[in-house]
């Protein structure tokens, strides 16, 4: 009888500890993130885009057996913080937030942890700690798996918003529950991490000396337009414009064609590279865009999954679709003024006859609203 109060006591004043790596149907391995690649086929009459990759709605699971792992006792470190603020500032100075504005308190607790460790992202690892009391949907849900709506919805806003992550594989980074119970209380501790020390970087990344070289390079072309003089905002969005479409090849074969990086470095992109590429450079000349996906249909009259910008001018949405405007000319040839610009500022009337945007990224994620786009084009 008295060893049995000991244990109680025990387990009362010390608690237990037990870990939970959390997946999308309830077993006990960790949970990835449902993942959606943008790709694209497009034509416009005389001209012609093809994209042989298929969009795909990719959710991996590992059958590893990890129901109870020990963690050393003690307390875990700032475990509990205050709501996400409404006027939190963005590690990157750049993000506009308006996708992560659309986000409930647990999507952005999330989302906040990921971009303040941006910089350690570089190095292909990082335990990122998401100091954020997510007790209220564990409990009343029963089910550690009840947080991955909530992850799910804040890596598509990051993907969105910030168009630069090309070095980082978010499918490798992996959510975990750490758990200490007692006779009192229950208190959960949520990080992210890679599983067996696998590395987050994308396929043709394989240290940090690549990612900063990259970031160079891309710096390199992005100051072309910082340190250029435009008349006013207008002429900045069209020169960017102009510049992709004469310098980039659209080409779906290159390992980088959906990341800033392959755009505007290796100059091979699919639409998903030259929306992320004009998305960058508008925000890095204060230019108000944002990312929209959906689909789309060319003159063929076939439907494909597709990625292009709404930007800001004169307080008032207007669509881009630089990819349609730098299409393949069948048998050669060159592209007239007219041409290079049939999806330049287009307003709803005239977009909305072959573009639908959805924005829902992952597959049953939650559906972001977009801006209104003028009636009428620019």
């Known amino acids: 009888m008295l060893i049995v109060l000991i244990v109680i006591v025990i387990i009362a004043l010390g608690g237990l500890y037990y870990f939970k790596v ?18 694209d086929k497009n034509d416009v009459q005389q001209v012609v885009h093809t994209d042989s ?6 959710t991996k699971n590992e059958n590893q057996n990890q129901t109870q792992i020990v963690i050393p006792s003690g307390e875990t470190n700032s475990m ?3 709501s996400p603020s409404a006027t939190t500032q ?15 308190e647990y999507s952005k607790a999330i989302y906040d942890a990921i971009e303040k460790n941006l910089d350690q992202l570089k190095d292909g690892t990082c335990k990122i700690n998401i100091d954020y009391d997510f007790s209220n949907i564990l409990k009343n849900n029963n089910s550690e798996n009840s947080l991955k709506p909530y992850y799910n919805d804040a890596l598509d806003a990051l993907n969105l918003d910030i168009p630069n992550l090309f070095y980082v594989d978010f499918t490798k980074l992996w959510l975990y529950v750490e758990t200490k119970t007692s006779l009192f209380s229950t208190k959960y501790n949520i990080y992210l991490n890679t599983k067996d020390d696998i590395s987050l970087y994308r396929d043709g990344f394989s240290n940090a000396e ?4 990259a970031i160079k390079q891309i710096d390199t ?5 910082i340190n250029r003089a435009y008349q006013n905002d207008y002429y900045k969005v069209r020169e960017v414009h102009d510049w992709i479409i004469q310098n980039l090849e659209y080409d779906d074969s290159d390992t980088y064609i959906s990341s800033v990086y392959g755009a505007l470095v290796r100059q091979k ?7 992320r590429a004009y998305k960058y450079i508008l925000d890095e000349l204060g230019i108000n865009n944002v990312l929209v996906t959906g689909t789309a249909t060319n003159s063929n009259g076939d439907n494909e999954n597709h990625m292009w910008n709404y930007v800001l001018l004169n307080n008032k949405w207007y669509a881009i679709d630089v990819t349609w405007d730098d299409p393949i000319i069948i048998g050669g040839g060159v592209l007239s003024n007219a041409s290079k610009h049939r999806y330049f500022l287009l307003g709803s009337n005239k977009f909305f006859e072959n573009h639908y945007a959805n924005n829902v990224i992952s597959s049953n994620g939650k559906q972001f609203e977009i801006p209104i786009l003028q009636v009428e084009d620019y």
Request: charged share 15%.
């Open 53 to 58: 990759t298929n969009n795909t709605n990719t």
């Open 210 to 213: 690549q990612v900063n070289t």
């Open 269 to 275: 992109a699919v639409c998903e590279g030259y929306a």
């Open 80 to 82: 509990y913080t205050q």
């Open 90 to 104: 963005s590690y990157y100075k750049y993000n506009n937030r308006y996708y992560y504005n659309q986000l409930d």
């Open 221 to 225: 072309v992005k100051n072309t337009f």
């Open 22 to 39: 959390v997946s999308n149907d309830g077993q006990s391995y960790a949970l990835r993130p449902e993942t959606n690649k943008i790709e």
